[in-house]
């Protein structure tokens, strides 16, 4: 009974700890604060209203997870920790809860509004563009990690994804530091999708 409740008290702070936004990150450095543990992450689908995104997360400490996130404030709600004979039922109890829809886009074309979603990494920040036929527009810059040292985490995009309706968006992103302290893991970058920032309308090319 010991070890099952210390065992219980261990998960609890990690989640605690990964929702916290405290991290590794030290003064002088800029860009997103690193977590206390190295993430592999994979946005795995939206609420029916697109304003919550689910995640399935392996974490290095605390395993295996599903863990939602608040789409306007990019923050994370709650997470379902499970083993591997359970994810079957933790999902399940994420799509009740959630109310997660059955759809998504799981690709960098918005299902709705006739844009794709591209990227670039260029200096310290990764560029998100809207493209429409041949015409791209600048979106919203994603800052990187940047020791106090000036050195630019490497990075890369894994997944750009859209809910249903093409409202909500979210980029996963893959950093690693450069320097001595070696570090990397995945980030999550999401917002709502604003058709009048791309000057593009609504109609089709």
Not at 113 to 126: A, F, L, P, R
Request: glycine share 8%; proline share 5%; hydrophobic share 40%.
């Amino acid at each position: 009974m010991r070890k099952q409740s210390l065992f219980g008290v261990v998960v609890v702070a990690l989640l605690v700890a990964l929702a916290l936004p405290a991290g590794a990150k030290k003064k002088g450095d800029t860009g997103p604060e690193l977590p206390p543990t190295r993430q592999d992450i994979t946005c795995v689908g939206f609420s029916a209203n697109g304003k919550e995104a689910v995640f399935r997360i392996i974490d290095e400490n605390v395993g295996t997870m599903f863990q939602v996130r608040s789409v306007k404030k990019n923050e994370i709600l709650k997470s379902f920790p499970f083993s591997e004979d359970e994810e079957k039922r933790a999902w399940h109890r994420v799509k009740k809860a959630h109310n997660v829809h059955a759809e998504f886009a799981d690709a960098p074309e918005n299902p709705k509004k006739n844009v794709v979603m591209m990227s670039q990494v260029k200096g310290d920040k990764i560029l998100i563009h809207m493209m429409r036929g041949e015409a791209i527009k600048p979106y919203l810059d994603i800052p990187l990690y940047k020791s106090k040292k000036g050195q630019v985490a490497e990075a890369f995009v894994k997944q750009m994804v859209w809910d249903h309706k093409g409202k909500y968006a979210v980029v996963v992103y893959h950093q690693k530091t450069a320097g001595r302290m070696k570090w990397e893991g995945d980030f999550v970058k999401a917002f709502k999708f604003k058709l009048y920032k791309t000057g593009f309308g609504s109609g089709a090319p």
